[in-house]
């Protein structure tokens, strides 16, 4: 049998999924954040600030830059793998908040915790993300929450189809991610409470970036 002949249509549009599945796919993201302007998110810290300032306007004004379900796949999957393991440990989903004198709070949450070590899920597409080794962003993420719980050990869980790699992260330089996010947390809180974005960082987020016409535009909202 040729089974080619027998496909009528193929799609990689996460929009034709069925509409329970893609009710589900926004319900779970629509929950995972609720911004405060006198707190920041650790994870709104590891990327371009100029863009966490964007959302937060966009989710403000009500407007809708950021709500297709072809934005909110890559967090689902990863919520997904979240629900399904760290419910598994009786220290998980551990939520953690860093106040910086005279300036915002850093909140984030801690996927689990286990014989001492706090351990990080990481979704990605496959393993050919990870070939030069575990993404910066989501080290200094773990460094961070280890520093904060004092924790002295840490362990990076990715997790695709093909299956999982772990890295054990050296936690001595922990305290040197701390002062780098806080200052970038208080860049972040000036910018929310002046509504002026922050300065332009240019990288490889700028090609993706929904809030890309806007930036470049010099839209300052």
Known sequence: MDVLSLIVSESEDVNELPEPIKAHIQDVTSREYEYRDNSVHVTELLYCLRKA??????????????????????????????????GLFPRNQVRITHRIPEGPTIVGRIDFIHDGVLYELKTISNGYAIKDGPKEQHVKQALFYAWVENVKRVRLIYVHLGGVKIYEIDT???????????????????????????????????????????????DSR
């Open 53 to 86: 300032y964007y959302r937060r306007m966009a989710r403000k004004s009500g407007d809708n830059l950021e709500e297709g379900l072809d934005k909110k796949w890559y967090l689902y999957r990863g919520l997904i793998f979240d629900e399904l393991w760290t």
């Open 172 to 218: 001595s330089r922990a305290y040197e991610v701390v002062k780098e996010l806080e200052e970038r947390a208080r860049k972040l809180w000036s910018a929310i409470k002046t509504m002026q974005p922050p300065e332009r960082e240019e990288s490889w987020e700028c090609k993706y970036c929904e809030f890309r016409e806007i930036c470049l535009g010099g």
